[in-house]
Nanobody, 122 residues
Framework: QVQLVESGGGSVHAGESLTLSCAIS????????VGWFRQVLGRERERVGT????????FADFSWKGRFTIPQDNAKTNVTLQMNSLKPEDTAIYYC???????????????WGQGTEVTVSS
């Protein structure tokens, strides 16, 4: 049984930064893949980025690659998402999720947190 809890959300102005945290507990292993996702109001949930079983980070969209960072955490017990130069379009609920296979495949993300809200004003 795996539990994930996001924290660190809040309201900021465009250009500012936030760091989100995902605390993972329960039956966890370092080979898990941990992913960050977000859901903008009225839109479909989208993948932000992942850190896989080897600690390699991958971002799903180039627009985030220069601004967002997932620092290495081999233990996979507290995975952060560092967000810089935030834009109003980054406003969303951000979720973390875990894939026990470590492969970061969509079907593998069966453990989810409840989300943390990020609001970016212009």
């Amino acid at each position: 049984q795996v539990q994930l809890v996001e924290s660190g959300g809040g309201s900021v102005h465009a250009g500012e930064s936030l760091t989100l945290s995902c605390a993972i507990s329960g039956h966890t292993h370092s080979y898990f893949c941990v992913g960050w996702f977000r859901q903008v109001l009225g839109r479909e949930r989208e993948r932000v980025g992942t850190i896989d079983s080897d600690g390699d980070v991958s971002f799903a969209d180039f627009s985030w690659k220069g601004r967002f960072t997932i620092p290495q955490d081999n233990a996979k017990t507290n995975v952060t998402l560092q967000m810089n130069s935030l834009k109003p379009e980054d406003t969303a609920i951000y979720y973390c999720a875990a894939d026990r296979s470590g492969l970061c495949v969509a079907s593998g993300f069966i453990y989810w947190g409840q989300g943390t809200e990020v609001t970016v004003s212009s």
